[in-house]
């Protein structure tokens, strides 16, 4: 398994209608394009921190699946609300 997990803040103003557009677009999108799990988390004690896992099957379906065309404007909607985005791959070892 690989897990993708990012790391980033969404202004205050703006986190209804990120929860909303991940919810109803980005989610759907990943979860029926190779992505086997995708959730967000909100940091304790932050009032703008958030946490994106995606999970995938192995390290050739998540390329595949990011690399997608189609992912474009889903992409750049996540980047829309998204600030200070950083990214972290990790692999099941056990």
């Known amino acids: 398994m690989v897990k993708v997990i990012f790391f980033y803040d969404v202004p205050e103003e703006r986190q209804k209608a990120y929860l ?3 919810a109803q677009k980005i989610k ?3 979860e029926s394009n190779g992505c086997d799990s995708y959730s ?3 940091v304790d004690g932050s009032k703008t921190a958030f946490v994106k896992e995606m999970d995938f099957k192995d390290d050739a379906t998540m390329k595949k699946t990011l690399s997608l065309e189609a992912a474009e404007p889903i992409k750049e909607l996540f980047y829309d609300f998204a600030k200070d985005v950083s990214r972290k791959i990790c692999a099941q070892e056990i």
């Open 40 to 42: 967000v988390w909100k």
């Open 28 to 30: 759907p999108f990943w």
């Open 20 to 22: 909303e557009a991940t």
